[in-house]
């Protein structure tokens, strides 16, 4: 079983910036591939970002590129999601996810590949 724990998020003007922090207790946290995804009102949950279990891959959607960055810190069981320029398009409910991988250059960008989510944190853009 692994626990995660987001935070990180709030209320940022439109052109902010906001960090992320996924929190993850339980097994170990390096072995899982990480990924954020969103849900904003009246959407289906969709993709954001994924890194590999020892984080030498990552990947984005098109719509965050050269905005978002993943990471991670192993040593202190987090991920994180930089968020850069935000819009109000970003505004949206942010989950973070674990998924086993049986290789540290795994990525996972399916939702239905990630085992374990948090709970959500509120990122709110305002215009």
């Known amino acids: 079983q692994v626990h995660l724990v987001e935070s990180g998020g709030g209320l940022v003007q439109a052109g902010g910036s906001l960090r992320l922090s996924c929190a993850a207790s339980g097994r170990t946290f390096s072995s899982y591939a990480m990924g954020w995804f969103r849900q904003a009102p009246g959407k289906e949950r969709e993709f954001v970002a994924a890194?590999?279990?020892?984080?030498?891959?990552?990947y984005y959607i098109d719509s965050v590129k050269g905005r978002f960055t993943i990471s991670r810190d192993n040593a202190k069981n987090t991920v994180y999601l930089e968020m850069n320029s935000l819009n109000a398009e970003d505004t949206a409910v942010y989950y973070c996810?674990?998924?086993?991988?049986?290789?540290?250059?795994?990525?996972?960008?399916?939702?239905?590949?990630?085992?374990?989510w948090g709970q959500g944190t509120q990122v709110t853009v305002s215009s």
């Open positions: 996810a674990a998924a086993y991988s049986w290789a540290d250059w795994l990525l996972r960008i399916r939702q239905h590949d990630y085992t374990y």
């Open positions: 890194i590999s279990s020892g984080g030498s891959k990552t």
